[in-house]
C-alpha cells in the first residue's frame, strides 16, 4: 500500500487538466468500489487519485426514440438497472446492470468505471456490445468517438490515451422485434463475479420473418469482452430454428479459449459459453417475436448461480 | 496528507480529519467512534457495513471518506427512536433473524434501504436485495420473515 495524493475534479476541463499533469501514475476513481480493495492488496499503486464523482453533467441518462440511449459515465449500476427505457428497450442490459454485485455495490459502481476497469468479466459489456454501443473519450485535443468492441486492448487496458477520459456511452436504438438477454454464470449469486456471461440480440424482420441482425457476446472468456461473429454470422438473413442456435452456439463455443481459475477450468468454461449462448439466443428470439419479458422474470433467467 | 471532511450522520453534523485512503467505514468505526457498523471482509462481498448514503444502501468500505464529503449518512445507531427500535429492528428481534448478529447491522440497513425504496416486497425482490448480505449462523429463512413482518407494520404491501 502506497500513499497518494487525493485530488478532485468539478468539471470535465479540470479533470483533463489533472490527469495531463499527474496522467503518468494517477487513476480516475468514481464510485472507487473497485479502487480501495485493489489499492489494500498492493495491485494498484497511483501517486494521485483524481475523484470525478462531483464532475457536472456526466450522470445523466436519457433515452429517445431517435437516438437511442445516452449514459452519462457516471450514472449507476444501479440506475441502469431501474430505468424504464433500459428495462423496455434494452433488457439484456437492464438485467446485466441487476446481476452485478449487490445493491450495494450497485449505489455506487458506475457505467463507465465498469467499462474502463476493462474486466474481461465487467458485467454490463457484452450486454452494451450487443447494442452497439459507442464511447465518447474527451481529452486535451477535444473530443472522439469509439465503438465499444474497439475500446479494449487486453485486461485492464484500452484505448484511452494519457489525458483521457470516458465521458458517456451511446446506445443506438433497436430495431422494431428485437429481443436480447444476458445470462451470468456465477458461483454466487450476488457480489461475485461471471465465471462466462453471455449476451444475445436477435432482431427479426416482422414478427415471424427472418433474423434480420443478431449479435452474441461473451464475458469472461478471453483476456477482453468479445464479440461471436462467428455465431452471428450462422443466424443473420437466416429464418431462425432451435437446429440453427444450435450450430451457432457450438460455433460461439468452438471459438473462445478461455483460461482456467478459481472460478472454472478452461474447458468447463467453453461447455458454459454453448450453454448460455444457447439460453440467451432462444430468449432473445422468443421476446424479439412476443415482445420483452417483465423485467424480474428476465433477471432471474439471468441470474444462474452454481450454488 | 490528512484533509478535514465533513458529514452528517444520523442527523448530526461530524467533522473528521483523515488520511485520503480512509474509507467512510473506518470513519464512522475509528474516528467517530460509531462502531455500530461492522467491518467484515473489507472488500465489498459480505454486506456487514452497509450504510445509507444520501438515502441508498451502500458497502461503507468501498466509499472513500473524502468522496463522502458534505453527505448524509445513516447507520444502525441512527435508527431507534430512543428505547423505541425502529421497526425492522423490532421485527429481525421477534423473528430470530440473528444469532450472532455481527451481520445484523448490515441486514437491517440493507432491509431499511430496500423498503424505502419503490420495489414491491415481493419474496423474490426481497432475496434480491439482500443478496449482498452473507449470515453465517442464521442462514436467511428468518430474516426473510422478519423482512416480510416489517413490510406488514410498515404498511408497504406485497403482492
Redesign the interface.
Known amino acids: 500500500m502506497k500513499r497518494f495524493e487525493y485530488l478532485e475534479a468539478r468539471t470535465l476541463r479540470q479533470a483533463i487538466s489533472m490527469l495531463q499533469r499527474h496522467g503518468g501514475n494517477a487513476r480516475i476513481v468514481a464510485g472507487s468500489t473497485d479502487f480501495l480493495v485493489r489499492w489494500r492488496a498492493g495491485l494498484w499503486n497511483p501517486d494521485h487519485v483524481i475523484n470525478i464523482q462531483r464532475v457536472a453533467g456526466l450522470g445523466r441518462i436519457t433515452y429517445s426514440a431517435r437516438n437511442g440511449l445516452r449514459i452519462g459515465a457516471l450514472v449507476t449500476i444501479r440506475t441502469l438497472e431501474q430505468h424504464p427505457a433500459v428495462r423496455r428497450r434494452y433488457p439484456a442490459l437492464a438485467a446485466a446492470a441487476a446481476s452485478f454485485a449487490g445493491v450495494q455495490v450497485r449505489n455506487l459502481a458506475t457505467v463507465g468505471g465498469n467499462i474502463c476497469n476493462a474486466s474481461p468479466s465487467g458485467d454490463t459489456i457484452p450486454a452494451l456490445l450487443v447494442f452497439g454501443a459507442e464511447c465518447r473519450i474527451v481529452g486535451p485535443d477535444g473530443e472522439r468517438w469509439v465503438a465499444l468492441d474497439q475500446f479494449f486492448t487486453g485486461p485492464g487496458q484500452t484505448v484511452l490515451h494519457a489525458g483521457e477520459l470516458l465521458a458517456e456511452v451511446r446506445v443506438p436504438p433497436p430495431a422494431a422485434n428485437t429481443g436480447s438477454h444476458y445470462i451470468k454464470h456465477s458461483p454466487r449469486g450476488a457480489m461475485d463475479i461471471a465465471t462466462v456471461g453471455v449476451a444475445s440480440l436477435i432482431s427479426l424482420d416482422g414478427r415471424t420473418g427472418p433474423c434480420s441482425e443478431a449479435r452474441v457476446a461473451l464475458g469472461a472468456v478471453a483476456p477482453t469482452p468479445v464479440r461471436a461473429y462467428a455465431a452471428e454470422d450462422i443466424l443473420r438473413v437466416q429464418a431462425l430454428s432451435g437446429r440453427l442456435i444450435q450450430v451457432a452456439a457450438t460455433a460461439a463455443q468452438d471459438g473462445v479459449s478461455p483460461i482456467d481459475d478459481i472460478r472454472g477450468s478452461a474447458a468447463h468454461r467453453k461447455e458454459i459459453v454453448g450453454v448460455l449462448t444457447r439460453r440467451t439466443l432462444e430468449q432473445a428470439l422468443d421476446s424479439a417475436a412476443k415482445g420483452p419479458m417483465v423485467f424480474e422474470e428476465q433477471r432471474r433467467l439471468t441470474i444462474q448461480a452454481a450454488f | 496528507?490528512k484533509?478535514s471532511l465533513q458529514i452528517t450522520v444520523n442527523g448530526e453534523l461530524n467533522q473528521a480529519f483523515v488520511?485520503?485512503?480512509y474509507?467512510l467505514l473506518d470513519t464512522l468505526r475509528d474516528e467517530m467512534q460509531m462502531t455500530g457498523t461492522k467491518k467484515g471482509c473489507?472488500?465489498?462481498?459480505?454486506?456487514a457495513c452497509?450504510v445509507l448514503?444520501n438515502g441508498?444502501?451502500?458497502?461503507s468500505?468501498?466509499?472513500?471518506a473524502?468522496?463522502a464529503h458534505d453527505g448524509e449518512v445513516i447507520t444502525i445507531e441512527g435508527l431507534a427512536n430512543g428505547q423505541e427500535l425502529h421497526p425492522v429492528q423490532q421485527a429481525f428481534v421477534e423473528y430470530g433473524g440473528l444469532q450472532c448478529g455481527y451481520c445484523t447491522p448490515g441486514l437491517i440497513m440493507?432491509t431499511v434501504?430496500?423498503l424505502e425504496g419503490d420495489e414491491e416486497p415481493?419474496d423474490?425482490?426481497i432475496k434480491?436485495?439482500l443478496?449482498?448480505?452473507l449470515c453465517r449462523c442464521t442462514g436467511y429463512t428468518k430474516v426473510i420473515e422478519a423482512v416480510k413482518a416489517a413490510v406488514a407494520t410498515t404498511g408497504r404491501k406485497t403482492e
Not at chain 2, 473489507?42 to 454486506?47: K, R, T, V
Not at chain 2, 441508498?56 to 458497502?59: N, Q, S, T
Open positions: 496528507m484533509k488520511e485520503p485512503y474509507s473489507d472488500e465489498g462481498d459480505c454486506g452497509t448514503l441508498k444502501p451502500v458497502c468500505c468501498l466509499v472513500l473524502h468522496s440493507a434501504g430496500f415481493t423474490e425482490n434480491h436485495a443478496g449482498g448480505n
